[in-house]
T-cell receptor, first 109, second 118 residues
Framework: RKEVEQDPGPFNVPEGATVAFNCTYS??????FFWYRQDCRKEPKLLMS???SGNEDGRFTAQLNRASQYISLLIRDSKLSDSATYLC??????????FGKGTTLSVSS | GAVVSQHPSRVICKSGTSVKIECRSL??????MFWYRQFPKQSLMLMAT?????????EQGVEKDKFLINHASLTLSTLTVTSAHPEDSSFYIC??????????????FGPGTRLTVL
């Protein structure tokens, strides 16, 4: 079983749509959770951290369910510029990040 | 956050040559850096953890004699791909661990080095 699993997609949505990505992780000792965004042929960049209480940053909402070892990302009012691969990432303090394979989003006009 | 640079950004070399990739933390002293590799349409895979002043810790399946890591200072780690072969062609990315008193430790990535071995 892979440590971090994501639906690879692609998710093809029109501008303005709401889209949700899900992720599961296998290591119950994971302490930190993130969503990264990676554009084609670029390095990943932190989109947002994910907290147990859930957190929101503009059009982006992240949720964490520790009991189910499940993480989600909701994007509202999708923009063309949101087209990218979204990586679910977990780690324990001081260790390397464990990446999912990513979910590809394509937003069209 | 930390600013991380990598050099070169892109390299094309012949099979059998060695390639050195530098990862620099420009505004932060990093005792720990990580080296990842990403093949097309795959996730980033950790290759090794680079600790300043000590030997790197390699992940299972990564040949330490082929991928030489040197972390001689708090701002520089190098990855040398020795006797590169076409199957080593990949996107190599380093990250810097920003450790602090918070409950999580943020990492900052370099821009990556795209290696193509002919």
């Amino acid at each position: 079983r892979k440590e971090v699993e994501q639906d690879p997609g692609p998710f093809n949505v029109p501008e303005g749509a709401t889209v949700a990505f899900n992720c599961t992780y296998s290591n119950s000792a994971s302490q930190s959770f993130f969503w990264y965004r990676q554009d084609c042929r670029k390095e990943p960049k932190l989109l947002m951290s994910v907290y147990s209480s859930g957190n929101e940053d503009g059009r982006f909402t992240a949720q964490l369910n520790r009991a189910s070892q499940y993480i989600s990302l909701l994007i509202r009012d999708s923009k063309l510029s949101d087209s990218a691969t979204y990586l679910c990432v977990v780690n324990q303090a001081g260790t390397a990040l464990i990446f999912g394979k990513g979910t590809t989003l394509s937003v069209s006009s | 956050g930390a600013v991380v640079s990598q050099h070169p950004s892109r390299v094309i070399c012949k099979s059998g040559t060695s390639v050195k990739i530098e990862c620099r933390s420009l505004d932060f002293q990093a005792t720990t850096m990580f080296w990842y590799r990403q093949f097309p349409k795959q996730s980033l895979m950790l290759m090794a953890t680079s600790n300043e002043g000590s030997k790197a810790t390699y992940e299972q399946g990564v040949e330490k004699d082929k991928f030489l890591i040197n972390h001689a200072s708090l701002t520089l780690s190098t990855l040398t791909v020795t006797s590169a072969h076409p199957e080593d062609s990949s996107f190599y990315i380093c990250s810097v661990l920003l450790a602090g008193g918070s409950s999580y430790n943020e990492q900052f990535f370099g821009p990556g080095t795209r290696l193509t071995v002919l």
